[in-house]
Structure formats: C-alpha cells, structure tokens
C-alpha cells in the first residue's frame, strides 16, 4: 500500500507539470457519471474540463482493506468500463492510469489520450477563440509528457522518486500559503464542530470520511481519509473554510 502512495504522489506531481495553466477539478461526480447498474454516481479523480481530459487512478487500496474477492474484482471492472463508456458518450476523454504497471506505459496512454482529446478539439464546432487558446496549450501539454516519459524511460525509479518528493514540497508550500492567508484574513474562519465518524466534503479532495482527531483547538490535527482511498491530516483551523459537514 504504501508503493501505491508513492505512486499516487508521483503521478499527482507529473499531471500538475502535465496540465499546467489548465483549470483542474479533483475527485468530480458528473451529473451524466451515473452507474444504470447501481443508480450511483461515479467518480473522476481529476478532470481538466476546457479540454474534457479526465484522469482515473487504479491499483490504490484503503487502509485495513484486504485482498478483493473475484466478485469484487468483477464489479470494479464493470464499473470501469461503464465509466469509460459514459465518458465517451459525453465527449470526455479518459485516461486510466494504473498505480502498480509500468509508468512510462501509463504515460503512454496519456500521451494518446491528449493526442485524441487534441484532434477532437480541432474537429469540435467550439468558437474559433477558444481554439486557438487550447489547441497550443494542448499541444505544451503534450511536448511536457513527452518529456516527462523520456525521463522515465531512463530511470523510471528515480524519476518517481523524484515527482514524489517534488509533490511533497508542493503541497508543504500549499499548507503555508493557507495558513498564511487564514492570519490575514481571522475573519474567515469559522467554527467547526469534528469529530471521528463525521462525513465531509471538502473543496479540493472531495468527500470522506474523519478517521481520527488528535488534539484540541485550533491546531488539532484530524484526519481524513477520502473517498479515493487516500487518507490526510490537516491542521483543524486550515480546514474551517475548506471542508462543510455532511453528517
């Protein structure tokens, strides 16, 4: 599980150099991302809609979960494909990126999946403007995978290592930017009643659950693990303006 993180932090680090200057929506459920089977919404791990690009992560386990049954395999890959379906059906482009194969074939199928999100804008009927705003940011956006799997081929150990630890230092940056922002602003904050159990949704990764809080006041410190299998600790007083209650 914790190689999946690490690759999971790797490939958040090389979409954000990938899509740079792209507006990004992490962890979406479309209104049309419905499962007929299930009447449940699906989810889109990341989505880059001036260009109808979506990201789907595979091969990320919870914590505590064990191996999956042959049952729950099937029903993964049927939502999978219902997913990917639905997708085409609304002109979305997916791109599905598994956490435990080889990397430079994963950034492959990403390198295809710009290529045809990138003729599909061509051939659109979108407004002359906006084409010719997205079609060369399309096109940087491919050059930086290319560039990005050449690295990868070389040493495809290292590189991830690399974007991990580079992911690392872009979100500590984050995290002193908030707070930063919440001592010029104590205005914003706002009151929050947590505790271990609660269901959230907070504004960039989506819902979850709260796994525990350690800690009281403003610096306690509450964890979360979301929806995407990917748990978080944040400082309580950085979550007031980012997270609303849902049970």
């Given at each position: 599980m914790m190689q999946n993180y690490f690759a999971l932090n790797a490939w958040r680090e090389a979409l954000a150099r990938i899509f740079e200057g792209f507006a990004e929506q992490d962890n979406v459920s479309p209104t049309w991302l419905v499962n007929p089977s299930t009447n449940r919404r699906l989810k889109l791990d990341k989505f880059y809609p001036e260009i109808s690009v979506a990201v789907r992560f595979k091969g990320l386990t919870a914590k505590g979960q064990g191996r999956k049954s042959d049952l729950e395999?099937?029903?993964?890959e049927a939502?999978?494909?219902?997913?990917?379906?639905?997708?085409?059906?609304h002109g979305v482009h997916l791109a599905t990126i598994d956490l435990n194969e080889d990397p430079v074939k994963q950034l492959e199928?990403?390198?295809?999946?710009?290529?045809?999100?990138?003729?599909?804008?061509?051939q659109s009927d979108r407004p002359a403007e906006e084409k010719a705003r997205w079609?060369?940011?399309?096109?940087?956006?491919?050059s930086r995978a290319e560039q990005l799997r050449s690295r990868l081929a070389k040493d495809p150990e290292q590189?991830?290592?690399?974007?991990?630890?580079?992911?690392?230092?872009?979100?500590?940056?984050?995290?002193?930017?908030?707070?930063?922002?919440?001592?010029?602003?104590?205005?914003?904050a706002v009151a929050l009643v947590l505790k271990p159990g609660q269901r959230v949704r907070h504004v960039r990764f989506g819902e979850g659950?709260?796994?525990?809080?350690?800690?009281?006041?403003?610096?306690a410190m509450v964890a979360i693990l979301f929806d995407a299998a990917d748990e978080r600790t944040f400082r309580a007083d950085l979550l007031a303006d980012k997270i609303e209650v849902l049970e």
């Open positions: 395999i099937l029903e993964e939502r999978e494909r219902t997913r990917a379906e639905l997708c085409r059906q199928g990403l390198l295809g999946v710009l290529a045809r999100a990138s003729r599909s804008l061509a079609m060369p940011a399309l096109a940087a956006a491919r590189m991830l290592e690399t974007l991990a630890a580079a992911w690392r230092d872009r979100e500590a940056n984050l995290a002193l930017q908030l707070r930063a922002a919440s001592a010029s602003s104590p205005e914003a659950v709260i796994t525990h809080i350690q800690g009281e006041g403003p610096e």
